[in-house]
């Protein structure tokens, strides 16, 4: 069936960087996601993948991609307090419809 | 407009009435999906539309559930005779579509149902 998990919270200190991971099941996807959710706010797309990469680099983002494991992650270089948030790991399976993970709650200590 | 947007925001009512939601997707943007989010959970899928044609209904819950796009723009997903289990926070998504799917999301409506 179509799931996707990932870890519920993660605590970094400042400065440090953060590796959110995610697991999915369906080999067809065709793209895999990772939306920022702040308190009050609306999903916000961070960065994309397409199955047929490996990574993808973003400024401070880092997205690897291991298509044979179905394992994704999202590593955030030096994680500052604006980064603290919801991150949601999705897929995008046939007719385009995404699979959202419950979310990794990002905490950042001082 | 500069995102999608969606009304209204907040919204209470009372067990047993109907209620409209509003989404306006960014323009130009062909496809529009329906979410639903409950607390502590990542967006679950209702329903998205590829112009006016309704692609994929598998996610409504129930036949109380129903979208339209009559004009491939604006959307509105009703909910007849809520129940208090339907408050939930309802998000839209758009995209390009055509092999561009990068979804976009909408601020949300927040419906209590009391």
């Known amino acids: 069936g179509e799931d996707v998990e990932q870890s519920l919270f993660l605590s970094v200190r400042e400065g440090d960087s953060s590796v959110i991971n995610c697991t999915y099941t369906?080999?067809?996807?065709?793209?895999l996601y990772w939306y920022k959710q702040e308190p009050g706010a609306g999903l916000q797309l961070l960065t994309y993948?397409?199955?047929?990469?490996d990574m993808k680099q973003d400024q401070r983002l880092t997205v690897l991609l291991n298509k044979k494991d179905k394992h994704l992650s999202l590593r955030i270089a030096d994680t500052q307090t604006g980064d603290s948030a919801i991150y949601f790991c999705?897929?995008?399976?046939?007719?385009?419809?995404?699979?959202f993970g419950k979310g990794t709650r990002l905490h950042i200590l001082p | 407009g500069a995102g999608v947007s969606q009304s209204p925001r907040y919204k209470v009512t009372k067990r047993g009435q109907d209620v409209a939601l509003r989404c306006d997707p960014i323009s130009g943007h062909v496809s529009l999906y329906w979410y639903r989010q409950a607390l502590g959970q990542g967006p679950e899928f209702l329903t998205y539309f590829n112009y006016e044609a309704q692609q994929d209904k598998s996610g409504l819950p129930n036949d109380r559930f129903s979208a339209e796009r009559p004009e491939g723009s604006i959307s509105t997903l009703t909910i007849q005779r809520t129940e208090q289990r339907d408050s939930a926070m309802y998000r839209c998504?758009?995209?390009f579509g055509q092999g561009r799917l990068e979804q976009y999301f909408g601020p949300g409506t927040r419906l209590t149902v009391t």
């Open positions: 993948i397409f199955s047929n990469m």
């Open positions: 369906d080999s067809s996807s065709t793209y």
């Open positions: 998504a758009s995209s």
């Open positions: 999705a897929e995008s399976i046939r007719d385009d419809k995404i699979i």
